[in-house]
């Protein structure tokens, strides 16, 4: 099994910044993609960010500039740095990793959510 646990949602004013952390553990064999999500309450979970293995990165157009997405390949984690943060960034960050695990499946693993709030 592969577990992933997320940490540094929290509140925050609009035009300050957060960090989000994201370990993985578990039958790891290498990891592929590392990315971020988001989803609010009614609505589809969107692409925030995503990092390939290589360290190549992309980014959804509304929060280019502000995200920045990075990978610590030797500990396992995924970070997303948050900066200017709008009220309209308020959501459900969720962690997303693609493994070859050791037995040789390929899965795809969530992160259980860190809430964001953004408000004054």
């Known amino acids: 099994q592969v577990q992933l646990v997320e940490s540094g949602g929290g509140l925050v004013q609009p035009g300050g910044s957060l960090r989000l952390s994201c370990a993985a553990s578990?039958?790891?064999?290498?990891?592929?993609?590392m990315g971020w999500y988001r989803q609010a309450p009614g609505e589809e979970r969107e692409v925030v960010a995503v990092?390939?293995?290589?360290?190549?990165?992309n980014y959804a157009d509304s929060v280019k500039g502000r995200f920045t997405i990075f990978r610590d390949n030797t500990n396992r984690r995924v970070y997303l740095q948050m900066n200017s943060l709008k009220p309209e960034d308020t959501d459900v960050y969720y962690c997303?990793?693609?493994?070859?695990?050791?037995?040789?499946?390929?899965?795809?693993?969530w992160g259980q959510g860190t809430l964001v709030t953004v408000s004054s």
């Open positions: 997303n990793i693609e493994v070859l695990s050791i037995d040789g499946r390929y899965l795809e693993v």
């Open positions: 578990g039958s790891i064999f290498r990891i592929n993609d």
């Open positions: 990092i390939t293995s290589g360290g190549s990165a």
